[in-house]
């Protein structure tokens, strides 16, 4: 470990000596730069794009466009970038990962890269988490962007599809993460070139990429369509599991977050719903709500996992406690949920279109990100996105202190201590921003300083609209902030007069979050630009993470301090390294679910390229697309002589191939099986390929127009590819759900997927080429006659 550590640290230099004398190479322009004229340095963006079209790459060009780009920020924004935020803008033109401190100026140095990227043409992404942040940044540095004679464009998930058009046409855009893969969904579903919106997906930056390419990677992105599911079985099973009690009934496993039946739980579920044998393959159904119904009620919990507004269930982002607008939990387990908290059960829906975020950020040709904590995760960027993580120094050293955490024996003593500090901290002026993992544990938190009679402000999933402005003012004197796990990300915290000589912004953290990007995420809002600070953390044996994860450890450790009083406090840089190594277990685990996430995706993720590079084809066409029909026609026939040509001559089913001759190319007349006696199976195709060549030709003389003919092939190919794609995404979808029973037979449930997928896929293609050849061949033209 001890190598690796010392190999990554010894790269590291290496690489941050080399940005270093490139950020040298941008800074020789300064002087140069700074002498020009406006009109002068806004030409110098139409020679890059020319000298670009002449051959010259980007990396080329980089120093002086960066130059040029630095030039025009501090006159147009007054702001000037740094030496290191250059070493940061080189990191992203790269493709690779900067991780730049809170408030060391990330959205200033994307400008540098993004600018460099926007000469090619070919369109620049600015991607952040919530559409707040894109119209703010796109507000602000548009306008150093069309100084310099860059479109910028805003894609919101409100825009009509000629404005998104508008916005991904433009040299530069600004979007979130999931308008962009709903986006690219939407467009591989349309049914004509012009309902599309995006172009090729060139180069982007996401900003705060830990959020986005690991915390939402769990969480694919679904375009769904009216199911056939049933509401009253939801409501049944969520009455019974109501009836049940822990430990006799269902266990809970904390770790692994799974609710499951005792052997008693089981004999009452088969009294209740008047069943032989619970887990008989016709029960398959009610087990699968029956655990939904387990799952609702005794691990998703109100006001964590989700909230209830205005009689609907909405998702919190258990990483940024925000809302997930018309998000909503797969599988049944929102219909669950709905049953249990007695709202309108919305219907089951059917799976259209899928893709996780792992595979639709790796179609970028380019892709980098900027956050201020990403090396924890490194591993990860690294093997699946292929990014390197790079340190960029802080530009000023680090004043904030980060005490020891305190642990306490139960929840009451831990958050007494929290309000006696809070308190403290208030009274001396000193402005504290209190991190919390759950909307409840705000409201209590928020409750308790009420009752001693501290004046704050409360950040959670339930008023995040005015969460600019609420962390506007969370850095004035005596100002106290309650905070989820939202924190204010990508807005900086500036600390009102009078607060540095009071000690800076004050950070308490009353829980450790199951990922330490979280929790450092939470320190890094403090101390920004060597301004002083502090943060703490305060824990309890009580806590999620340490049932889950520490408890029996931690226990131990307390024992052997004799540590048994109620009110105990225990201050030990052994027990942060503790309470570390649980968060590195539960990272290992979700890293492993992201993975498995990932690994089942890809599967889907070569079909969803050869049926989307087969529908674009289809709908960019301007000829004919007989080269594509006629070949799966002759496919269609050559599989239908082959099943009924087994054996000897004597046994093949030549009725069988007259029928099918009758029902899928021609009229039934015009073939018998006399005409097919004696002939080779070679010979049979022939015939019944001239068959179809002449049905091909009269459709042709019927629609003259080439024009006509070209829609009337579109329609068919896309009408039935649409139909069997979306039935065969449904059926992966249910497929994937179940495949993890193969394991108690031994089997392992990713290769039974993807053996499954491959001949199930195989399946939809033959079935795709069958009913194009019938619809084609057999359906009747009819012109519009107008009068």
């Given amino acids: 470990m001890a190598n690796i550590l010392r190999k990554w640290i010894e790269s590291d230099r290496r690489e941050l000596r080399r940005l270093d004398k490139l950020a040298d190479k941008v800074e020789a322009y300064a002087d140069e730069y700074a002498g020009y004229s406006d009109e002068q340095l806004q030409a110098k963006t139409p020679e890059f794009r020319q000298r670009y079209q002449e051959g010259e790459t980007l990396d080329d060009l980089l120093p002086e466009a960066f130059a040029v780009s630095r030039e025009g920020a501090k006159r147009v924004l007054g702001l000037y970038p740094f030496h290191v935020q250059i070493m940061g803008g080189i990191v992203l033109h790269e493709g690779n990962i900067a991780e730049m401190r809170t408030g060391e100026g990330k959205t200033l140095t994307a400008t540098m890269p993004i600018y460099l990227n926007a ?4 369109g620049a992404h600015v991607i952040t988490v919530n ?3 894109s119209g703010r940044d796109a507000t602000e540095m548009g306008e150093l962007y069309n100084w310099l004679g860059c479109s910028v464009g805003i894609n919101g998930a409100e825009k009509s599809p000629e ?15 999931s308008e962009i893969g709903f986006d690219y969904l939407r467009d591989n579903m349309a049914v004509y070139k012009e309902d599309q919106v995006q172009r090729t997906l060139n180069f982007a930056i996401i900003d705060e990429v830990d959020s986005i ?5 769990r969480t694919p992105l679904i375009i769904s369509g009216p199911g056939t599911g049933t509401t009253k079985l939801y409501e049944r099973t969520d009455r019974f599991v109501k009836t049940l009690t822990e430990e006799d009934d269902y266990k809970i496993d904390l770790e692994s977050k799974t609710v499951s039946l005792t052997n008693p739980g089981i004999e009452k579920a088969e009294k209740y719903f008047n069943l032989d044998n619970l887990y008989d393959t016709e029960n398959t159904a009610l087990t699968h709500h029956l655990d939904q119904a387990l799952r609702a009620n005794y691990i998703m919990l109100n006001d964590k996992d989700y909230v209830v507004q205005d009689g609907e269930v909405m998702i919190v982002d258990s990483f940024t406690g925000r809302i997930m607008e018309g998000r909503r939990f797969s599988d049944g387990l929102h219909q669950a949920i709905e049953a249990k908290e007695h709202v309108e059960i919305q219907e089951e829906n059917k799976t259209m279109a899928n893709i996780t975020y792992q595979n639709l950020f790796r179609m970028y040709a380019k892709l980098s990100g900027m956050t201020g904590t990403a090396k924890t995760e490194q591993e990860e960027f690294s093997e699946i996105y292929n990014m390197e993580t790079i340190t960029i120094p802080t530009n000023r050293p680090i004043a904030r202190i980060d005490e020891p955490d305190l642990l306490y024996p139960t929840l009451k003593s831990k958050f007494d201590a929290v309000v006696a500090r809070i308190k403290d901290f208030h009274e001396n002026g000193q402005p504290v921003l209190v991190g919390t993992v759950a909307v409840e544990t705000s409201e209590y938190l928020s409750n308790l300083l009420d009752k001693n009679h501290i004046p704050h402000v409360v950040l959670n999933a339930k008023n995040h609209a005015r969460e600019a402005e609420i962390v506007k003012n969370a850095g004035q004197k005596g100002a106290v902030t309650i905070a989820t796990n939202m924190a204010g990300r990508g807005t900086d915290i500036k600390l009102g007069p009078g607060v540095v000589e009071a000690g800076g912004l004050a950070v308490v953290g009353t829980e450790r979050h199951e990922s330490r990007r979280i929790d450092n995420q939470l320190r890094g809002r403090s101390g920004r630009q060597g301004d002083p600070g502090i943060s703490q953390f305060y824990l309890s044996l009580e806590d999620d993470l340490m049932r889950r994860f520490g408890g029996d450890r931690i226990k131990a450790f307390l024992s052997r301090m004799n540590v048994d009083d109620e009110d105990a406090v225990i201050k030990s840089r052994l027990l942060s390294r503790q309470v570390e190594s649980a968060q590195k277990r539960v990272e290992g685990n979700n890293y492993d679910s992201r993975k498995n996430v990932l690994q089942y995706d890809d599967v889907m993720r070569e079909q969803r390229e050869i049926i989307y590079k087969e529908r674009q084809q289809v709908i960019t066409a301007t000829t004919s697309l007989k080269n594509v029909i006629m070949p799966m026609v002759e496919r269609t026939i050559k599989r ?32 018998s099986v006399n005409d097919l006696t004696g002939l080779s199976r070679e010979d049979m195709l022939k ?8 049905v091909y030709a009269a459709k042709e003389k019927q629609l003259y127009e080439p024009a006509q003919m070209l829609e009337f092939e579109k329609v068919v190919l896309l009408r039935v590819v649409d139909a069997h794609w979306t039935d ?3 059926s992966m979808d249910q497929f994937r759900q179940s495949v993890g029973l193969r ?16 001949h199930m896929f195989e399946e939809m293609v033959g079935n795709i080429e069958y009913e194009t050849t019938r619809l084609f061949m057999k359906s009747e033209i009819r012109q519009n006659v107008t009068r």
């Fill in 687 to 694: 015939k019944l390929m001239g068959l179809a060549d002449d």
């Fill in 640 to 671: 239908a002589i082959d099943s009924h040509t087994l054996g000897n001559e004597t046994e093949w089913e030549l009725q069988d191939i007259v029928d099918f001759a009758g029902t899928v190319l021609v009229h039934p007349d015009s073939i």
């Fill in 743 to 758: 394991g108690y037979g031994q089997l392992n449930p990713l290769v039974e997927y993807q053996t499954a997928g491959y």
């Fill in 131 to 133: 559409e707040y942040l």
């Fill in 119 to 122: 000469i090619s043409g070919k």
């Fill in 213 to 217: 390419l690991i915390d939402e990677a």
């Fill in 163 to 177: 404005e998104k058009r508008a916005a991904y046409a433009a040299d530069i855009t600004y979007s979130t993460n």
């Fill in 728 to 730: 065969h995404i449904d």
